[in-house]
């Protein structure tokens, strides 16, 4: 098979079938031709910008008993913390001192937080600096929620799908969740106007290559302006705890795949990639990637949001994430800008 034709026919076409994506992403020998390309595609659309969006990770408390994840309801061993709404609004002040124009506040799935407190938050948030857009990543809520949220001012909304296979999802996740109720929070979202982020973990427990493209195909039809994916990577306070990690390798490779996919999306680097390889993030912006998410919580309970082991830069001040990631960048080629970073429409 001429791998280099399969990379040119998806970058001409933004598709292949299902045999061709099958073929692309299990060899090795189109990578460096695969990554080129999509540099170049992602260089003629957003140039060498990569996006900064500060994350404020605000509860570790779920109620959700996800498989892989460390912050799952019945671990234990997990310090619990929920940041009020003072230590919230202080730290996107920061965040906007520092540069950030995008707010991401991602958190378990914590009743705690009602739609009445993330709203006045999304709120002053707002009326502090109408030029920040608010990204939320609460998880699954109801289609009012959603709206409330939109309604309230925030702007983007990440939810990875994790996989679109309904019997995969069943074996990550226990049965009161489903991959359904989880796609239909994708349309809602949609449908409301929220920019959406969708996403898997590359190598999670059971997946085959042809869960991937199953996913590939879920994507084309949600159509997400951000698109979020990192290796698995196991948590020693979980049932997926001996669980082979996930593929580095193959990570790129997909970055890649949906950089030539989905041209105008916005791709990030993720701190698990950064996790899985020191080097990872690079690699990313190599493969595509053009946004980053330097960790705006306070210092003392990042090493609390662990979602899997060893995640990286947890004791680090956010200024100095910010000055580390710009020198990271630009070592490879690539520029950090002070930009909300919406997502370019097609023309």
């Avoid at 001012?153 to 074996?171: F, M, V």
């Avoid at 105008?264 to 190599?286: D, M, Q, S, V």
């Avoid at 490879?332 to 429409?345: A, Q, T």
Wanted: with cysteine.
């Amino acid at each position: 098979m001429n791998y280099t034709e399969l990379v040119d026919k998806l970058r001409d076409t933004r598709n292949l079938t299902d045999e061709e994506f099958k073929a692309l992403l299990e060899t090795d020998e189109a990578d460096a031709y695969l990554t080129q390309e999509a540099d170049k595609v992602r260089r003629s659309i957003y140039g060498t910008d990569i996006y900064m969006r500060g994350l404020i990770e605000f509860t570790n408390y779920c109620k959700n008993n996800c498989y892989y994840c460390g912050i799952r309801r019945d671990n234990r061993n997990v310090e619990r913390y929920r940041l009020d709404e003072e230590t919230i609004l202080n730290c996107a002040n920061e965040g906007y001192k520092l540069g950030f124009r995008t707010i991401v506040l991602q958190g378990g799935e914590d009743p705690y937080y009602t739609d009445e407190r993330l709203c006045s938050i999304i709120r002053k948030i707002k009326e502090s600096h109408p030029d920040i857009a608010i990204t939320l990543s609460v998880g699954e809520k109801e289609h009012d929620s959603y709206q409330a949220y939109f309604d309230a001012g925030a702007d983007r909304y990440l939810l990875r799908h994790e996989t679109a296979d309904c019997e995969h999802y069943s074996k990550l996740h226990p049965s009161e969740l489903t991959a359904e109720h989880r796609q239909k929070c994708l349309y809602d979202l949609k449908s409301i106007g929220f920019a959406v982020g969708a996403g898997i973990m590359i190598g999670s427990p059971y997946q085959t290559t042809e869960h991937i493209i199953k996913d590939l195909r879920f994507m084309q039809d949600l159509k997400p302006e951000m698109i979020g994916i990192g290796p698995f990577l196991s948590h020693k306070d979980t049932p997926f705890r001996d669980k082979e990690n996930g593929s580095f390798e193959l990570t790129i490779r997909l970055l890649a795949v949906l950089r030539l996919m989905f041209p105008y999306c916005l791709l990030p680097a993720t701190t698990a990639l950064g996790t899985i390889n020191p080097l990872g993030r690079e690699y990313g912006f190599k493969a595509g990637a053009n946004v980053i998410m330097p960790n705006l919580s306070p210092t003392e309970i990042r090493k609390l949001y662990m979602l899997y082991d060893n995640k990286i830069c947890t004791g680090d001040e956010s200024a100095h994430c910010v000055n580390c990631i710009g020198r990271r960048a630009a070592s490879v080629g690539y520029n950090v800008v002070i930009s909300r970073g919406d997502p370019k429409k097609e023309e």
